[in-house]
């Protein structure tokens, strides 16, 4: 059964057909059917997003982590790489150094 509220209640006026009340009735359920239905949606969707946004915020820390750590990778290599190349120049240079003094000393 319907209920009326005031408006439905001011339209109860000589002349109107039953038919045009229950066509009245029917239109407002439905409008507030699909309103409730609307807000659903968007309940879901305010959900959804901030769900998609956690994510999104785990993935980009993920990716500053990961860039961190490259660069400190990075950082890592470049220093054993100077070290080897500095090993590798004091041992040229003691090399040079080992044999002019064996040719000063033999000669």
């Not at 409730?36 to 309940?43: A, D, G, P, R, S």
């Not at 959804?48 to 993935?59: E, I, L, N, P, W």
Request: glycine fraction near 2%; proline fraction near 1%; include cysteine.
């Amino acid at each position: 059964m319907v209920s009326f509220n005031q408006d439905e209640a001011a339209a109860l006026k000589p002349g109107l057909h039953a038919a045009e009340l229950q066509w009245d009735g029917m239109q407002r359920f439905a409008l507030r059917a699909h309103r409730e239905w609307l807000e659903q949606k968007c309940t879901e969707a305010v959900n959804k997003r901030a769900s998609c946004m956690a994510d999104f915020q785990k993935a980009r820390q993920e990716r500053e982590s990961l860039e961190r750590l490259r660069q400190q990778q990075w950082e890592i290599y470049q220093n054993e790489a100077a070290l080897l190349e500095q090993r590798r120049l004091d041992d040229l240079f003691l090399a040079r150094q080992f044999s002019a003094d064996r040719s000063h000393h033999q000669s």
